[in-house]
């Protein structure tokens, strides 16, 4: 699917717990992944993205730079920012 709605980075931000939802962004785009955390072959980490961009992060942890690990992502796309 193509999401059209525009969501604002202080929305974003308020998505950053199990509860409330796990929402980033990366290059225009944002994803709810509550769904993907317990899947996460990284555990826990991936909640130092919450709420804010995963670019920072996977700059350090290259193991993302792939493929496949975009594939996963875009399955979470809800809007773009
Ligand atoms: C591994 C996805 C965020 C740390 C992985 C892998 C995937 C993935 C698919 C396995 C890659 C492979 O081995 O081929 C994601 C997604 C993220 C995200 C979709 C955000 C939407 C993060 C963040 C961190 C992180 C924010 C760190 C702060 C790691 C680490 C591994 C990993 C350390 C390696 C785990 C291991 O092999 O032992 N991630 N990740 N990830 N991720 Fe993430």
Same mark, same amino acid.
């Given at each position: 699917?193509?999401?059209?709605?525009?969501?604002?980075?202080?929305?974003v931000?308020?998505?950053?717990?199990?509860?409330?939802?796990?929402?980033?962004? +990366?290059?225009?785009?944002?994803? *709810? /992944?509550?769904? +993907?955390?317990?899947?996460?072959?990284?555990? *826990?980490? /991936?909640?130092?993205?919450?709420?804010?961009?995963?670019?920072? +992060?996977?700059?350090?942890?290259?193991?993302?730079?792939? *493929?496949?690990?975009?594939? /996963?992502?875009?399955?979470?796309?809800?809007?773009?920012?």
């Amino acid at each position: 699917s193509a999401p059209s709605t525009l969501t604002g980075k202080d929305e974003v931000s308020r998505h950053r717990t199990l509860q409330d939802g796990v929402w980033v962004t +990366f290059k225009g785009g944002v994803y *709810d /992944i509550t769904e +993907f955390v317990a899947m996460h072959p990284g555990g *826990d980490k /991936i909640m130092l993205a919450a709420g804010g961009a995963v670019e920072p +992060f996977w700059a350090l942890y290259a193991v993302h730079n792939q *493929d496949h690990v975009l594939e /996963i992502l875009s399955e979470y796309k809800v809007s773009v920012y």
